[in-house]
């Protein structure tokens, strides 16, 4: 290891590559405080000079800590109401300069001490710019912050960084256990500190390409926020993790909280976003059981123990082993419905005490609350493919302003017309080729994930068998020919909606007619790959 003088005539040992870091002076530069002076205090006794920037300097010194400021380092004072403080050679050549003689001699021979950790993080941009005029929320865009973030970073070998107070705990049991920073520390350090940089820009760039009104920029790039590693993928070969999309505001399962149960899984997880976003569609208490991210079973009822009874008689069978969604809160009634047939999960925006101890003797299944969901259109739906992802807006339709045209000389009766919307909005989550049978604000039969549209029909009436009779039927997409509704009729059903568009539409419309349906077109397609 080298020495290299200080300004002040003291020495600063410099860490070779590979050796333990010792912290002989620390660089701090905080927007968020939290845990400050603790970590702070830590580095102070294990002998580190501090040194500090602005409102980080007078939170140490009014803890009673030694702190020597960066302006009595570069001689310049804060300039541009604060733009500009770190930005100077005194500081960023202490934290850049190698371990090697030439750099050593470098600092020594221009008075400058070498800077072992950097403490920053960064303005608040990702959760105070959105909705902000670009004026105000320019003034957020951290510049000095990032450098010194990604200086430390560059120069791992030797300098420790913390670009996160959850970092604080781990890095200072370190220092109190061996006195400094391992290698390995290190690079964890700078990968974290070059994630969060990247990130941070992601949202900046996010926002500046919102204000040019650019919906899909030339290069996108989506920060994502570790939630939880799950024990496999969708099988046991497979790793597999959950990844929250970083700075969002729209409620997810990132947000949930789970009260008891196994681990979650891979396609736990999948399951409970389909089923949290179907009964986030509805207002009144709403139920829904999926199973291979498709419903197997979905209503709307007075109560949520009624909602649930319908959604299972929709298909009991398959049923057995899905995930539960309630839009309302599970009272004992409900819990005590669901703890009679083998259930993953279940999720809901609260759990009264009643259906909690009841659901606590089911010591495997996974309890799960969560804000109320709400359909948000903005937001990127992203699909992987070998090589890349598609990127698209998510599926949102407000059916109180979508349009909805009749189209057979029999108009549906209002029984009907309520059975088809509940139909349609369940048809917006279930795989394609989706066909939904319904009746009284229950799912009856569901064809999903087929090939061709009138086989997801046969299914979908196989299922409901004799509830077919008098029933309504929903399509994600329009009939290309005639033989779909021909099935439908032969089944009992009395309606339909989808969204037209086919070049045969008169041929469909005709069949329709012909067996006395109503039919509905919407214009809008619903598919779900």
């Not at 912290?23 to 000079?49: H, M, P, Q, Y």
């Not at 990604?150 to 061996?178: C, F, H, I």
């Not at 899909?216 to 989506?222: K, Q, V």
């Not at 568009?501 to 809008?524: C, K, L, P, Q, W």
């Amino acid at each position: 290891m080298r020495e290299a003088a200080g300004p002040e005539g003291t020495v600063s040992r410099a860490p070779g590559p590979g050796a333990r870091t010792t912290i002989r002076r620390a660089l701090l530069s905080l927007w968020d405080k939290r845990g400050l002076t603790e970590f702070a205090r830590v580095l102070a006794d294990a002998g580190a000079e501090l040194v500090s920037t602005g409102g980080t300097a007078r939170a140490l010194a009014e803890a009673g800590l030694p702190v020597t400021t960066v302006e009595s380092l570069t001689g310049v004072p804060a300039i541009l109401d604060g733009r500009v403080k770190t930005l100077h050679p005194s500081i960023f050549a202490a934290i850049l300069a190698r371990a090697d003689r030439l750099h050593q001699e470098q600092l020594a021979g221009m008075g400058i001490a070498p800077v072992d950790l950097v403490v920053v993080n960064l303005y608040p941009f990702e959760a105070e710019a959105r909705g902000l005029p670009p004026a105000d929320a320019v003034e957020l865009v951290d510049v000095g912050g990032v450098a010194l973030i990604r200086a430390a970073a560059k120069n791992w070998e030797r300098v420790g960084v913390v670009s996160d107070p959850s970092q604080y705990a781990a890095v200072a049991a370190e220092l109190r256990a061996t006195g400094g920073l391992s290698l390995q520390a290190r690079r964890a350090l700078a990968a974290e500190a070059f994630a969060r940089t990247a990130a941070y820009d992601s949202v900046i760039a996010a926002y500046f390409a919102a204000l040019a009104g650019v919906r899909f920029p030339e290069r996108l790039t989506l920060a994502l926020e570790k939630v939880q590693e799950t024990r496999y993928g969708e099988n046991p070969h497979q790793a597999g993790a959950f990844y929250r999309l970083y700075a969002s505001s729209a409620p997810s399962l990132a947000d949930a909280q789970q009260l008891q149960g196994k681990e979650l899984s891979f396609n736990n997880l999948v399951d409970l976003d389909a089923a949290w976003g179907l009964v986030g569609e509805f207002a009144q208490p709403a139920a829904a059981i999926i199973k291979h991210a498709t419903p197997c079973g979905a209503a709307v009822a007075a109560t949520p123990a009624e909602a649930y009874a319908a959604a299972l008689r929709g298909d009991p069978v398959s049923a057995f082993g899905g995930v539960v969604a309630l839009n309302q809160t599970v009272d004992g009634a409900t819990a005590r419905a669901i703890a009679e047939v083998f259930t993953e999960a279940v999720i809901a925006p609260e759990f009264s005490s009643e259906a909690r101890q009841v659901l606590r003797r089911k010591t495997s299944l996974r309890l799960l609350v969560s804000p109320p969901p709400r359909p948000v259109s903005r937001e990127f739906d992203v699909k992987s493919i070998r090589g890349g992802v598609l990127v698209q807006d998510r599926d949102a339709e407000d059916a109180s302003t979508a349009p909805r045209r009749t189209v057979t000389p029999r108009s549906p009766s209002a029984r009907e017309m309520a059975d088809l919307e509940f139909a349609w909005i369940v048809a917006k989550w279930v795989k394609s080729n989706a066909i939904v049978l319904a009746r009284d604000g229950a799912t009856v039969g569901i064809g999903a994930g087929q090939p061709n549209r009138v086989g997801a029909v046969e299914i979908a009436a196989r299922v409901a068998g004799e509830r077919a009779r008098g029933a309504v039927m929903a399509s994600d997409a329009f009939f290309p020919f005639r033989d779909g509704i021909d099935a439908a009729a032969h089944a009992g059903i009395t309606a339909v909606i989808h969204p037209g568009g086919s070049v045969r539409d008169a041929e469909v419309i005709a069949a329709a007619a012909e067996h006395g349906m109503a039919m509905i077109f919407t214009s809008i397609r619903h598919f779900r790959h």
